[in-house]
């Protein structure tokens, strides 16, 4: 076959399979009368070898070596192929995802993308006080994209850059909200903790308190407790079993009795947080300092239960127990007089 026939057929151009020939990749067997290349189907055969290997993403080079060198194994240069695969792939994602950012900007003009392109460039310097100042000095009334805050957030380690984020994140208000939805159901521990974190500073945005709800019953604990110290704060009542936990394994306890008492505000959660914490000190497993933690607590439950709890507490075989539930029966007893304004 000549060259024209082999290009239709085969898909290649002649001007690639004049190419092949001189790099001596596919040489035609022979040559007519008139000197043009002539095909045989051994060829044509390897013409579709080179193809082949070609779409896997061999150079020509490498191709050329494949086919003449009997012992090439392909084990290496494939594993190679994949890393570099790869590593393209990871740098197109990157690429996909500022455009989208810079996309979600609704930028006006080339000077708006450029501000982007700018802050993101000090968002992935790898000095903490550049990106913390990146964040902290943008012009007033300068829109900063959620998304790119939201991943800033997600990915930052420093705990002063990270705050920052979140404060410039939150001033995003519903957006912000909205962009760290899928992180808080990341199978990352790391990433669903630093989501629920910055949504918790934002909880009084719309849609906040149902992302928040439904990370009470996250696996990890942290989130649970940041979820529900948030929700307590905007009075939640699907917190109050969380919290008391918290009270109980002594951890963030004084954040989560202060948010159990914003909760007791409504009756009806108040007699609620009284009657758990009640069984919580009379559990058989519970020691001294996690009884003193819950009569703690319910100092700053409302209405005249928790009162009660404590004067009976205070007859308890346990000496130090009973000291303290007197004292704070006292101090209940006094707010009691002195009325509501005093609380």
Same mark, same amino acid.
């Given at each position: 076959?000549?060259?024209?026939?082999?290009?239709?057929?085969?898909?290649?151009?002649?001007?690639?399979?004049?190419?092949?020939?001189?790099?001596?990749?596919?040489?035609?067997?022979?040559?007519?009368?008139?000197?043009?290349? &002539?095909?045989?189907?051994?060829?044509?055969?390897?013409?579709?070898? $080179?193809?082949?290997?070609?779409?896997?993403?061999?150079?020509?080079?490498?191709?050329?070596?494949?086919?003449?060198?009997?012992?090439?194994? /392909?084990?290496?240069? $494939?594993?190679?192929?994949?890393?570099? %695969?790869?590593?393209?792939?990871?740098?197109?994602? &990157?690429?996909?995802?500022?455009?989208? $950012?810079?996309?979600?900007?609704? /930028? @006006?003009?080339?000077?708006?993308?450029?501000?982007?392109?700018?802050? +993101?460039?000090?968002?992935?310097?790898?000095?903490?006080?550049?990106?913390?100042?990146?964040?902290?000095?943008?012009?007033?009334? #300068? /829109?900063?994209?959620?998304?790119?805050? !939201?991943?800033?957030?997600?990915?930052?380690?420093?705990?002063?850059?990270?705050?920052?984020?979140?404060?410039?994140?939150?001033?995003?208000?519903?957006?912000?909200?909205?962009?760290?939805?899928?992180?808080?159901?990341?199978?990352?521990?790391?990433?669903?903790?630093?989501?629920?974190?910055?949504?918790?500073? +934002?909880? *009084?945005?719309?849609?906040?308190?149902? $992302?928040? %709800?439904?990370?009470? *019953?996250?696996?990890?604990?942290?989130?649970?407790?940041?979820?529900?110290?948030?929700?307590?704060?905007?009075?939640?009542?699907?917190?109050?079993? %969380?919290?008391?936990?918290?009270?109980?394994?002594?951890?963030?306890?004084?954040? @989560? !009795?202060?948010?159990?008492? %914003? #909760?007791?505000?409504?009756?009806?959660?108040?007699?609620? =947080?009284?009657?758990?914490?009640?069984?919580? #000190? !009379? @559990?058989?497993?519970?020691?001294?300092?996690?009884?003193?933690?819950?009569?703690?607590?319910?100092? &700053?439950?409302?209405?005249? !239960?928790?009162?009660?709890?404590?004067?009976?507490?205070?007859?308890?075989?346990?000496?130090?127990?009973?000291?303290?539930?007197?004292?704070?029966?006292? =101090?209940?007893?006094?707010?009691?007089?002195?009325? /509501?304004?005093?609380?």
């Amino acid at each position: 076959m000549l060259i024209g026939e082999v290009a239709r057929r085969s898909g290649v151009s002649a001007r690639m399979l004049r190419h092949y020939d001189a790099l001596g990749l596919v040489r035609p067997t022979g040559r007519t009368v008139g000197g043009y290349r &002539e095909y045989a189907a051994d060829d044509v055969r390897r013409i579709f070898h $080179v193809e082949s290997l070609r779409s896997l993403g061999l150079s020509l080079k490498q191709i050329g070596r494949a086919l003449e060198d009997p012992a090439f194994t /392909p084990s290496a240069l $494939v594993g190679d192929l994949i890393q570099w %695969t790869e590593d393209r792939l990871a740098r197109e994602q &990157e690429l996909l995802e500022r455009l989208r $950012v810079i996309d979600a900007s609704a /930028p @006006a003009g080339w000077q708006d993308v450029l501000r982007v392109v700018e802050l +993101m460039r000090e968002l992935d310097s790898t000095s903490a006080a550049r990106r913390q100042q990146a964040v902290l000095t943008r012009p007033e009334g #300068l /829109p900063v994209p959620a998304e790119l805050l !939201a991943g800033a957030v997600l990915a930052e380690s420093d705990p002063h850059v990270a705050g920052a984020l979140r404060w410039a994140l939150a001033r995003t208000g519903d957006d912000g909200v909205a962009a760290l939805v899928a992180a808080a159901r990341s199978e990352d521990v790391d990433i669903r903790r630093r989501a629920v974190l910055a949504i918790a500073g +934002m909880a *009084e945005v719309p849609g906040a308190i149902a $992302v928040l %709800t439904d990370r009470l *019953e996250d696996p990890d604990a942290l989130v649970r407790r940041r979820a529900a110290l948030a929700l307590g704060g905007q009075g939640v009542p699907a917190a109050v079993p %969380t919290l008391v936990r918290m009270i109980v394994e002594g951890t963030n306890d004084v954040d @989560a !009795a202060e948010a159990l008492g %914003t #909760l007791s505000q409504d009756p009806a959660c108040a007699t609620r =947080i009284t009657a758990l914490l009640a069984e919580q #000190l !009379a @559990a058989p497993t519970a020691d001294s300092a996690t009884r003193i933690r819950l009569l703690q607590a319910l100092v &700053e439950v409302e209405g005249t !239960a928790p009162l009660e709890i404590l004067r009976q507490v205070a007859h308890d075989d346990d000496r130090t127990v009973a000291l303290v539930a007197s004292a704070l029966a006292g =101090i209940l007893a006094k707010r009691a007089d002195d009325g /509501p304004g005093d609380h």
